[in-house]
């Protein structure tokens, strides 16, 4: 299938209940990986790429890879910007064919944030692109930015709920306790304000810091509108781990294709592990 935008996708999970995995790749081979377990699934699936990866690689290499995997792939794949910071970054990816943005200004006064988040949406219109925003502000780190905790800060109901009804969001991205990288301590999850949200809009919500959260919790997020769940930091550390843990079980190969094979497997097993616990298993059937 053609790359599409995570529009449909997102509003028949929070229709259904359940959740799009949403995965950062870093190279061709855990994209490829990412596709792979979606499609043995039938699952449609979130491929986010960051800034640093797109500056990196460049446009054109990354479109080149996802366009390429998605049409071999029976089920809907979205190639998204994630934490979009910097306009001239967020208007690259939406000219060169991403299917979805986030327009993260989060760290700005709200004013500022509804400016810069309406421009945003108005260039995604004229492209059919989706996009992502978020209120309150995330803490801990994610590709290379960093929010300590003391900076960090949940998002306010009555604040959120104006500022997603005011835009025709694929998934509204409010800060509700969760932290990007690794969890020092157990999350305090903001229930109450979730609840609020989710009464008050329609809009499918995005989890960001889905790495290292309970199975309790990514339910019980679900169940409040969390359609989109983000898992960035549990697939780099499966991307290193799966290379050198083989090396290390087999100090005398250096076939790199076998190597290379291992890494793979074992991130195609992470990601057909979080689209089993977030439903969306067999879903793909329904989106085509």
Not at 15 to 42: E, Q
Not at 105 to 126: F, M
Not at 153 to 158: G, L, P, Q, T, V
Not at 228 to 251: E, M, Q
């Amino acid at each position: 299938m053609p790359l599409e935008s995570m529009n449909r996708m997102l509003a028949a999970a929070r229709r259904g209940g359940w959740a799009v995995a949403a995965f950062n790749p870093v190279d061709y081979a855990s994209l490829k990986a990412i596709v792979s377990a979606a499609t043995r699934l039938d699952a449609p699936i979130i491929a986010q790429t960051s800034a640093k990866t797109v500056r990196y690689y460049g446009h054109q290499t990354i479109v080149n890879w996802a366009r390429e995997l998605a049409t071999d792939s029976p089920v809907p794949v979205s190639l998204h910007l994630d934490h979009g910071k910097e306009l001239d970054m967020i208007k690259g990816c939406i000219e060169m064919g991403w299917t979805d943005v986030m327009i993260d200004a989060s760290d700005k006064p709200y004013e500022e944030n509804v400016e810069l988040t309406g421009r945003v949406c108005a260039w995604a219109r004229e492209k059919g692109v989706g996009v992502e925003a978020e209120i309150g502000q995330i803490g801990g780190v994610e590709e290379d930015i960093a929010v300590l905790e003391d900076e960090a800060h949940n998002a306010d109901a009555e604040q959120a709920l104006a500022f997603c009804n005011q835009f025709d969001l694929a998934v509204f991205a409010p800060a509700i306790g969760t932290a990007h990288g690794v969890y020092k301590h157990k999350p305090s999850i903001q229930w109450d304000t979730l609840k609020a949200i989710y009464e008050g809009t329609e809009a499918p919500f995005a989890l960001h810091g889905g790495t290292g959260l309970s199975d309790d919790i990514f339910q019980r997020c679900i169940k409040l509108g969390c359609a989109k769940v983000n898992i960035s930091t549990n697939l780099k550390h499966v991307f290193i781990d799966g290379f050198a843990d083989y090396h290390t079980a087999n100090p005398d190969d250096y076939e790199p294709l076998r190597v290379l094979g291992a890494q793979f497997e074992a991130m195609e097993a992470l990601v057909m592990e979080m689209i089993r616990k977030f439903g969306s298993e067999g879903r793909a059937a329904e989106l085509r």
